[in-house]
């Protein structure tokens, strides 16, 4: 009955298996710690004699055979021949020689590529000077003949005769033309044949500049050869009265393409100052009298020199240079084909190709030979270290290598030991549990300790924060120092010269009145910024369609904005609506436009777009969500863009700090940008700005989306309630108790045409409400103390519950404020106000 290799049960033993006999039997049959235990082979009939003897049986026979099996599949896989690895090394080893030979190789390709470009640019200038060489000797000859007395003294006849002698001697056609070109004298004409009444091109050129000139390449209309003029013009008196001429012909240039150092294999052209083959030194009858390639003839015609990759008219590849002949204004053209500059590389690349193959070849002979030496030595080693693991005793082999006599030496002693371990692992088994509780008090002792480290960490830490608060707090503190002080010292100084004048009774005191309200205005809008940066200022907000708002303030925004500045709205359809207070998105909107103003100062581009966002799938605020600064979800974006000067990364880092700013002293107070942080921050909202020199600047204002019902109301004008009532005569209750403020707010409320009642306090506000049934409205500041203001209005609302109430304050927090967000249905006016703000908010409460 025999067993499968499953899990199933199979029948009780009735004695131990022939496999763990045999097992337990074998001598020295422990492993030391540390080492697996060789796979054990039983032999076929075994397993059958297990299967037959119960589950232990069976089930140990299955984890055997998965064992071997995993095992060989395991080896397949990782195997690699000790004999492959040494040829790959060899060969590796044969790399770096080859990577050096190639560099030489470059090297040498370079060095050869030199030569031959200094060599084809010295054998060019070579030929130019033979070139000029050529026309000047001809030159010369026409200069002797133009000084001869027969032609000074216009005795043609003999001239002729003189000139048919030379032209016969020196075999060259020669002619005589008056100044005006037409031919009188020509050699190639038999005497009394009557000489060309033609005119020859080249004559005016040399008689207005009276210099040899040498004409382009020409073409005869019988014969068609080619052939030149050399005019040189002679004068009398200061005057041009005749021109002589010598015809140069191809074959005079034989001798000068014959140039010692020019190789005959190089292509060798010499051309006229139009790029014109006169004469070539190959395929000369096929391209004379055409013009070179283009990337020839343009130097050519510039006259410049230099060296160039091209092709030839054969179609040739081919490295060239151009020479020009400056006395001449000829040139020459030499082409070396690729072919023939190739040719000493590829011979150089041959043999060197042959040699690494070579050297590769016995390389990989040697290694080989080694490989196999080192795989016997290996595999004699395998067969020790399976005895050793069978618990077998074994000797040190013989070999030349030291390595391998090592190893073995130790194997051989490691089967000695194997015995003596066992009983050292039995013995570390029992101390083993004491070791472990040892430990364990170690590593309670170490987390005591990184408990006091990450204390201590966090203290400093902690230390570390708050001098960087205390930092923040006084570059805060001193730039308020510095403005406020400024602003003071306009003011007091005005008032104190009011003081000075009136005593003296000059009345002319508007300058200083106008320049102490300058400096309350100033200090009243640093302080509004002040807030608007710390997040306390109060906020009435409303539902916003921002697209309407851009819409409305494009006038406001173009006035503030000089001529050179164009303006741009970008509007999205379908722009989802925001929460925030109108006024001051207003004034975030105008202090962008003039900080993009100063950032343009020779004029440009301002842009405002309109988008709706998501900044769940947004990068844009991807680290801000991280680090909590900003909810993920839908917002409506507003980007304010100009193609200005733009901000370093240092800049745009500290853009936002108070303070902080790049204008020169007297232009900018360091907190606009300030104060759209902190709007936009109390708005549950997210600013970023992406900026870079020279590249402008683009601020994203991300303002939450309203998702509550239309208001109606939100659209009115905020100042059509604000008209005061004039001539009104009812009575106003002034709480303050601050006493000098109070008076000033007693006499602009009658300075309105209003009876004013003050009050020091809330108790003393009650009391005479209680007394007076006249008052129609309590002006109450927030903070005083005993009853604040926020306690005043509560009761007044549950006694007098008609009574209306205006908060003043210059700062609020959660007495009428919350999340800087103003409690429904409160009025505040904040202080410092004027009167006419005074008289709009009192108008507009009382018509309420």
């Not at 008032?495 to 320049?515: M, P, Y």
């Not at 009243?524 to 910024?529: I, P």
């Not at 002034?734 to 403020?741: G, R």
């Not at 103003?822 to 004027?834: E, H, M, R, S, Y």
């Amino acid at each position: 009955m025999g067993c499968s290799l499953s899990h199933e049960s199979c029948p009780p033993s009735p004695g131990p298996s022939i496999a763990a006999t045999a097992m337990r039997d074998t001598p020295k049959s422990r492993i030391a710690p540390g080492r697996h235990r060789p796979a054990i082979v039983l032999p076929q009939r075994a397993l059958k004699v297990a299967h037959g003897t119960g589950n232990s049986s069976c089930c140990l026979s299955s984890g055997i055979r998965e064992i071997i099996e995993v095992s060989i599949r395991d080896r397949l896989k990782r195997d690699i021949s000790l004999r492959a690895v040494l040829l790959a090394l060899v060969a590796i080893g044969a790399v770096p020689p080859l990577i050096f030979s190639g560099i030489l190789l470059q090297r040498y390709a370079i060095s050869e590529r030199s030569r031959d470009t200094i060599q084809l640019e010295e054998s060019a200038k070579a030929v130019a000077r033979a070139i000029d060489s050529e026309f000047a000797a001809v030159a010369s000859v026409l200069a002797t003949l133009a000084s001869l007395p027969a032609l000074n003294a216009s005795d043609l006849g003999l001239f002729e005769y003189r000139l048919r002698t030379v032209a016969e001697k020196t075999a060259r056609q020669f002619e005589l033309a008056d100044a005006s070109g037409r031919i009188l004298i020509d050699t190639a004409v038999p005497r009394g044949g009557g000489a060309s009444k033609l005119m020859v091109d080249g004559v005016v050129p040399a008689v207005d500049t009276r210099r040899p000139y040498i004409t382009s390449v020409q073409r005869d209309s019988d014969s068609g050869n080619l052939y030149a003029r050399v005019i040189i013009p002679v004068t009398a008196a200061g005057n041009v009265t005749w021109t002589l001429h010598a015809i140069v012909e191809p074959a005079d240039f034989a001798r000068v393409l014959a140039q010692p150092g020019v190789p005959k294999d190089w292509i060798v052209s010499i051309v006229d100052q139009n790029g014109t083959q006169f004469v070539r030194s190959h395929r000369n009858d096929q391209f004379s009298g055409r013009p070179l390639v283009p990337e020839l003839a343009e130097p050519v015609k510039a006259g410049r020199n230099g060296t160039l990759r091209t092709v030839t008219l054969e179609g040739i590849p081919a490295l060239a240079t151009v020479a020009d002949a400056p006395l001449s204004a000829w040139a020459v053209a030499i082409e070396l084909p690729e072919e023939t500059l190739q040719q000493p590389l590829r011979e150089q690349l041959n043999y060197l190709v042959l040699l690494g193959a070579t050297l590769v070849s016995i390389a990989l002979l040697l290694g080989f030979l080694a490989a196999r030496y080192l795989v016997g030595s290996m595999r004699r080693l395998g067969m020790l270290a399976h005895a050793v693991g069978s618990g077998n005793v074994v000797d040190p082999p013989a070999s030349a290598v030291s390595e391998v006599r090592q190893l073995g030496g130790a194997l051989s002693e490691v089967s000695h030991k194997l015995h003596d371990r066992s009983q050292e692992l039995a013995q570390l088994n029992a101390t083993l549990e004491q070791q472990v509780s040892r430990r364990t008090a170690e590593l309670s002792d170490a987390n005591a300790k990184l408990v006091a480290e990450m204390a201590r960490r966090q203290e400093s830490e902690a230390q570390l924060r708050h001098m960087q608060r205390l930092e923040a707090i006084g570059q805060l503190t001193g730039g308020i120092a510095h403005d406020f002080n400024n602003m003071l010292a306009v003011i007091i100084s005005s008032l104190n010269l009011v003081q000075r004048r009136l005593a003296r009774g000059n009345h002319e005191i508007g300058e200083f009145i106008d320049s102490a309200m300058q400096g309350a205005d100033r200090a009243a809008n640093l302080t509004k910024r002040l807030l608007a940066f710390s997040r306390q200022q109060a906020l009435s907000p409303e539902p916003i369609e921002a697209n309407r708002l851009l819409v409305g303030m494009e006038d406001i925004l173009r006035r503030s904005l000089p001529e050179n500045i164009a303006v741009e709205t970008v509007l999205s359809g379908g722009l989802w609506r925001t929460y925030a207070d109108v006024h001051a998105l207003e004034n975030v909107l105008i202090n962008l436009a003039v900080n993009a103003r100063d950032a343009m100062p020779g004029g440009g581009k301002l842009t405002i777009e309109t988008a709706n966002a998501d900044l769940d799938a947004s990068q844009d605020a991807s680290q801000a969500i991280a680090a909590d600064e900003v909810a993920p979800g839908q917002y409506v974006l507003i980007t304010v863009t100009d193609n200005g000067q733009g901000m370093p990364p240092d800049v745009v880092d500290r853009a936002f700090d108070p303070f902080f700013t790049t204008k020169p002293t007297g232009q900018g107070t360091g907190l606009g940008l300030s104060q759209v942080y902190g709007f936009i921050k109390q708005s549950k909202g997210y600013v970023r700005i992406v900026s870079g020199p020279g590249s402008g600047t683009a601020v994203r204002l991300y303002l939450p989306r309203y998702l509550g019902k239309s208001d109606a109301a939100g659209d009115a004008d905020p100042a059509a309630a604000a008209t005061p009532v004039p001539g009104a005569r009812d009575t106003i209750m002034v709480v303050e108790d601050d006493a000098a403020v109070r008076r000033l707010a007693v006499q602009m409320i009658q300075e309105l045409n209003y009876t004013a009642i003050e009050a020091d306090s809330g108790q003393s506000a009650l009391k005479v409400l209680a007394k007076s049934d006249d008052i129609k409205l309590v002006i109450t500041d927030v903070v005083m103390p005993g009853m604040n203001g926020r306690a005043l209005a509560d009761e007044i609302a549950r006694r007098w519950p008609h009574l209306k109430v205006i908060f003043t304050t210059g700062y609020t927090r959660d007495a009428i404020v919350h999340d800087g967000v103003l409690d429904p249905g409160v009025q505040v006016i904040a202080k410092p106000f004027t009167l006419e703000a005074l008289s709009a908010k009192i108008a507009a409460v009382l018509q309420d």
